[in-house]
């Protein structure tokens, strides 16, 4: 069933393609009846074309964003359902048709996951070696009262706001990231099958390992979050891949450390974790965040990056700062100042209204907002 869930979910790709499909349902329209042929329950032809269709939406995005994607193609034997399965007694039925069905059992961990009551099972995913299931669940918002932002960092992840100040290190993903290059650079042997082989193996053993140290970081976050009942602030970085392309002239190994930089990681990280307990996520434009690093959070003024590494001397307050921390705070106070006016703080004006008029960036409600750095 999952070789003839992969060839549904090919047919329906070479289909969205010769006919430009752009959405679900032209796409389901022209690619159903040629599903006919495929002796499978119609469960999973709904899925295949659900499935096919997001793999030709993320090729659109990479499209868009200037990228040359290669051919999408569904290579391993899958299946894929949100319709018909059912959780009896910890086991998942996998429907096969004719009222038959797959029996799944599950592990004691899973089991008690989705004994919650207030959870929504979704879909689930099933592959040769590995079973995943989707589940949501609704959530009240919590008040938040302040905003902390995280200014991501190769070594550190900072996160700053009204309470407190805390760095997190992240060297350890550094140097298992420069550890796996050296590894890999070590091997010889010229024949590009096995170099691949070698390649994915510790490449998939890197990512494992950086991604087990980020999902303890991202839950302390979201942990000092909740208990500040602060929002989190995010500045938008997706542009810094552009500064470390080949041909900006610099070192191949400068190049190497600062590509494998997990930035993006972090953030889907606390994003789903924060979401997931009802905590407020700011996206920050790039024009909302632009100068972070290079505008005293005290003062206001201009400040510039001297000799000392990473630090940065305000002329105006006669002090030194750390380079990470000021930019976490200025994140910090953009990200209040967004979080107070998508609460209607500023009031406007109407025509009719009793109180003095009120005028946009000038009357709005101020916020007083003081830091104090723990040492």
Same mark, same amino acid.
């Given at each position: 069933?999952?070789?003839?869930? +992969?060839?549904?979910?090919?047919?329906?790709?070479?289909?969205?393609?010769?006919?430009?499909?752009?959405?679900?349902?032209?796409?389901?329209?022209?690619?159903y009846?040629?599903?006919?042929?495929?002796?499978?329950?119609?469960?999973?032809?709904?899925?295949?074309?659900?499935?096919?269709?997001?793999?030709?939406?993320?090729?659109?995005?990479?499209?868009?964003?200037?990228?040359?994607?290669?051919?999408?193609?569904?290579?391993?034997?899958?299946?894929?359902?949100?319709?018909?399965?059912?959780?009896?007694?910890e086991?998942?039925?996998?429907?096969?048709?004719?009222?038959?069905?797959?029996?799944?059992?599950?592990?004691?961990?899973?089991?008690?996951?989705?004994?919650?009551?207030?959870?929504?099972?979704?879909?689930?995913?099933?592959?040769?070696?590995?079973?995943?299931?989707?589940?949501?669940?609704?959530?009240?918002?919590?008040?938040?009262?302040?905003?902390?932002?995280?200014?991501?960092?190769?070594?550190?992840?900072?996160l700053?706001?009204?309470?407190?100040?805390?760095?997190?290190?992240?060297?350890?993903?550094?140097?298992?990231?420069?550890?796996?290059?050296?590894?890999?650079?070590?091997f010889?042997?010229?024949?590009?099958r096995?170099?691949?082989?070698?390649?994915?193996?510790?490449?998939?053993?890197?990512?494992?390992?950086?991604?087990?140290l980020?999902?303890?970081?991202?839950?302390?976050?979201?942990?000092?979050?909740?208990?500040?009942?602060?929002?989190?602030?995010?500045?938008?970085?997706?542009?810094?891949? +552009?500064?470390?392309?080949?041909?900006?002239?610099q070192?191949?190994?400068?190049?190497g450390?600062?590509?494998s930089?997990?930035?993006?990681?972090?953030?889907?990280?606390?994003?789903?974790?924060?979401?997931?307990?009802?905590?407020?996520?700011?996206?920050l434009?790039?024009?909302?965040t632009?100068?972070?690093?290079?505008?005293?959070? +005290?003062?206001?003024?201009?400040?510039?990056?001297?000799?000392?590494?990473?630090?940065?001397?305000?002329?105006?307050?006669r002090?030194?700062?750390?380079?990470?921390?000021?930019?976490?705070?200025?994140?910090?106070?953009?990200?209040l100042?967004?979080?107070?006016?998508?609460?209607?703080?500023?009031?406007?004006?109407?025509?009719?209204?009793?109180?003095?008029?009120?005028?946009?960036?000038?009357?709005?409600?101020?916020?007083?907002?003081?830091?104090?750095?723990?040492?």
């Open positions: 069933m999952m070789k003839i869930f +992969r060839n549904m979910v090919n047919d329906c790709i070479r289909i969205g393609l010769e006919k430009d499909a752009s959405n679900r349902m032209k796409l389901s329209n022209l690619s009846s040629q599903l006919a042929k495929y002796n499978i329950i119609s469960y999973y032809k709904l899925a295949a074309i659900s499935h096919a269709m997001g793999i030709l939406a993320n090729r659109k995005k990479s499209l868009k964003r200037g990228l040359k994607p290669r051919q999408p193609y569904a290579r391993q034997p899958l299946l894929v359902s949100c319709y018909g399965f059912k959780i009896i007694n086991v998942l039925k996998v429907p096969l048709g004719k009222r038959r069905y797959y029996d799944i059992p599950l592990n004691n961990y899973v089991t008690r996951i989705l004994s919650d009551s207030l959870l929504r099972i979704r879909s689930f995913t099933l592959t040769a070696d590995l079973l995943s299931i989707n589940i949501s669940r609704e959530v009240a918002e919590i008040e938040c009262n302040s905003v902390e932002g995280v200014d991501r960092n190769l070594h550190n992840v900072t700053c706001g009204s309470n407190a100040m805390i760095q997190y290190d992240l060297s350890k993903a550094v140097d298992i990231a420069e550890n796996t290059r050296s590894i890999i650079r070590s010889k042997r010229n024949d590009i096995i170099r691949r082989k070698i390649y994915r193996k510790y490449g998939m053993r890197r990512k494992q390992r950086v991604n087990q980020l999902h303890r970081l991202t839950k302390v976050v979201v942990q000092q979050a909740i208990q500040s009942k602060s929002a989190i602030a995010f500045e938008n970085i997706n542009h810094i891949r +552009r500064l470390y392309q080949k041909g900006s002239f070192g191949r190994a400068f190049r450390k600062l590509n930089w997990s930035f993006a990681e972090v953030k889907r990280q606390i994003e789903y974790k924060a979401r997931w307990e009802g905590l407020p996520i700011i996206q434009s790039v024009g909302d632009r100068g972070t690093s290079q505008v005293c959070p +005290r003062c206001g003024k201009k400040i510039t990056q001297v000799d000392r590494f990473r630090q940065l001397w305000c002329a105006g307050c002090i030194w700062m750390d380079r990470d921390v000021v930019a976490a705070m200025n994140i910090s106070i953009r990200g100042a967004r979080f107070a006016s998508s609460k209607g703080l500023a009031g406007e004006a109407m025509k009719g209204n009793p109180t003095t008029t009120v005028i946009l960036r000038v009357d709005a409600s101020k916020l007083a907002f003081r830091r104090e750095l723990k040492s």
